[in-house]
């Protein structure tokens, strides 16, 4: 048996020398699905990444009396974060809340001018509340709303409902789209993989005859291309490896613009799951090719 594999790995190599452009054709076709496969993975990962900015953003606030003490705010900010569902509670005193203002406005003379002739500051401390778990908003808004101090002059917390019934139908709309994309793209490489194949089997048609003639086994006849479809996979899945990453490094100086002030590197998520991903897609591509190669040599050789 020992022998027998020897051979035809022998064999295999032997036949992808001598058919080195239809083994470069077989590899491409594969670099293109494995490449296509990652780049539909990468998509889902940016869109789950940029809905998740979105959800990260959503907070609700309480807006301070002027003559609440920082101390008072500061137990109220305690009794608040023993909340459950409460991620954070930030508290912004009247000296920040002007220094934001100014920051957020700064381009805009007329407005900064009007601040200057007040004597004080107008603006009022408050607390910044984030959720730890916004598809439970409403719950939080109803312990929010059950907290009574005398020092809250105001709570904003209707803002951003909308805005989460909108994110909602947006992520159950990407996933059933990225569900149906994937199916198609799957089933569309599936044949593309797998009459790339037959047609290179094809081109050994009369050598497989030749072999059922002279008495080969069935093993020795089908053990080459088994071995060269996981040669040619294994090849495939290197270089769509080093493409991909290639493409990654280009594409994440355009991500880091758009996460500004998120911790999101796509590189370092298809490194941490490189082991997952291309080993899977190696051993489905394995598959495939050996089906392929299975069925297209046993019509070939009337087995």
Same mark, same amino acid.
């Given at each position: ?161 909308? $805005?989460?019934?909108?994110? %909602?139908? =947006? ?10 994309? @994937? #199916?198609? *793209? ?73 996460? $500004?002030?998120?911790?999101? %590197?796509? =590189? ?10 291309? @080993? #899977?897609? *190696? ?21």
């Amino acid at each position: 048996m020992f022998i027998a594999l020897l051979r035809a790995i022998k064999f295999s190599l032997q036949d992808i020398a001598r058919n080195v452009w239809l083994s470069i054709v077989t590899v491409i076709i594969l670099i293109l699905a494995f490449f296509s496969i990652n780049l539909l993975l990468s998509v889902q990962v940016i869109s789950d990444a940029a809905i998740d900015t979105v959800r990260d953003k959503i907070d609700v606030s309480m807006y301070m009396k002027a003559e609440a003490q920082e101390s008072e705010i500061l137990a109220l900010r305690a009794q608040i974060s023993a909340l459950n569902n409460v991620r954070e509670v930030i508290y912004v005193s009247k000296q920040q809340a002007l220094e934001d203002f100014q920051t957020q406005h700064k381009n805009d003379p007329d407005i900064l001018e009007a601040l200057r002739e007040l004597d004080s500051n107008p603006l009022s401390a408050s607390l910044v509340i984030r959720p730890q778990d916004v598809n439970h908003y409403d719950s939080l808004i109803a312990d929010l709303n059950r907290i009574s101090s005398p020092i809250i002059e105001s709570r904003n917390f209707e803002d951003h409902k909308l $805005m989460l019934e909108k994110i %909602n139908t =947006i992520t159950e709309r990407v996933n059933q789209a990225g569900f149906a994309v @994937s #199916l198609l *793209f799957i089933f569309i490489t599936l044949l593309v993989l797998y009459n790339t194949i037959r047609v290179a089997i094809y081109t050994h048609r009369s050598e497989i005859g030749i072999m059922r003639l002279v008495g080969a086994s069935d093993w020795f006849i089908r053990a080459p291309f088994i071995v060269s479809s996981i040669i040619y996979t294994l090849i495939g899945i290197i270089l769509t490896a080093g493409l991909f990453y290639l493409f990654l490094n280009l594409l994440q100086p355009y991500l880091e613009t758009f996460f $500004m002030n998120y911790d999101f %590197n796509i =590189i370092n998520y298809f490194s941490e799951n490189f082991l997952q991903f291309f @080993s #899977l897609q *190696f051993l489905g591509g394995v598959l495939i090719n050996i089906i392929a190669s299975l069925v297209a040599v046993r019509k070939y050789s009337n087995v």
